[in-house]
């Protein structure tokens, strides 16, 4: 798929099992929205093939419309039309639409029911273009990064709800650049960077496998200068320290106890406090960073 002279999708080849939560996962212009806009028909690729329930999702649109629920980031309402009427009128053009009050209920709508499109919060313009997207009972709902500018209770309603959807038979696919949601809702996540598929799997599949894990420090008052090389001389050269911000930082390795212990005992020596120390294994994040040398998060 290319925008003029721009590449934006380079041999992407992915499938998504019926029934689950599938995940794009990738940084800003990695092509997420792009993969999303060409299987809801809203692009056609210069090559390949895109197949939708069976269907050519630009031959066959009108076949196919009623049978898909989008989420567009930034969602594409009316600006003045009120969040629950608005809701109301998409569930009037389905033949079997979900009970919009339970709806607004399940994701918190109700209090700005009565509110302009352009007066709502990103936040619940974000829940009401999800509502819009699955009020219509479709069998597969494309969501664009549906938690984008969500407080935290935001985006854990909506991962509920889209685990509802799930569990109501519904084939979700996701774009997200965060890759805690990823690990959080999807059963297979596709990673894709400038275009390119780079891995794909469950989320376990795609962390386990390796002895390397993780230690994240966060401290209570901006590190000393020079923490990362001070940290690595005194952990030795097995380790990678990767300073995240001026609070916290991530010790990747054979992260065990007892370097655990060491990190704990420099922090000592340095006077810092540690807000909490957590070792676990890699993250997709890391996954990330190993396949392409750079952050996730951008
Ligand atoms: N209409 C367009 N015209 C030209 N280039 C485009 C257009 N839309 C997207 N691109 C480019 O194609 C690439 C993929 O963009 P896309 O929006 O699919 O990425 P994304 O992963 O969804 O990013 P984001 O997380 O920022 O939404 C980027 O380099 C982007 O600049």
């Excluded at 854990?156 to 696919?173: I, K, M, N, P, Q």
Aim: proline share 6%; glycine share 10%; aromatic share 4%.
């Amino acid at each position: 798929m290319r925008y003029g002279d721009k590449v934006a999708l380079d041999g992407l080849s992915l499938e998504v099992a019926r029934g689950s939560i599938t995940a794009v996962l990738g940084p800003n212009g990695a092509g997420k929205t792009t993969t999303l806009e060409t299987c809801e028909g809203y692009r056609r690729p210069q090559s390949g093939t895109v197949r939708v329930l069976g269907l050519d999702p630009v031959r066959d649109r009108r076949a196919l419309l009623p049978r898909i629920g989008v989420m567009l980031q930034g969602s594409g309402a009316w600006s003045g039309a009120r969040a629950v009427e608005m809701l109301r009128h998409v569930a009037s053009l389905h033949a079997h639409p979900v009970d919009v009050d339970l709806l607004v209920e399940r994701l918190g709508l109700a209090d700005c029911g009565r509110t302009p499109y352009r007066r709502l919060s990103g936040g619940q313009q974000q829940r009401l273009g999800l509502a819009m997207a699955v009020v219509g009972r479709p069998e597969l709902v494309f969501v664009d990064e549906p938690t984008a500018g969500m407080d935290p209770q935001a985006r854990r309603d909506t991962w509920a709800l889209l685990e509802e959807v799930r569990r109501d038979g519904v084939t979700v696919v996701l774009t997200t650049h965060y890759m805690d949601e990823a690990e959080q809702l999807a059963d297979t996540v596709h990673i894709i960077d400038r275009g390119r598929l780079v891995a794909s799997g469950s989320p376990t599949e795609l962390t386990r496998g390796s002895q390397v894990s993780t230690i994240r420090l966060v401290v209570t008052r901006p590190f000393p200068p020079g923490a990362p090389a001070s940290l690595t001389a005194a952990l030795g050269p097995d380790v990678v320290v990767r300073l995240i911000d001026e609070l916290s930082l991530v010790v990747t390795g054979p992260a065990d106890a007892s370097t655990l212990a060491r990190v704990s005992r420099w922090c000592e020596e340095q006077g810092v406090l540690p807000e909490s120390l957590h070792l676990g294994t890699r993250s997709l994040e890391d996954v990330f960073l190993d396949l392409t040398g750079r952050e996730l998060a951008v």
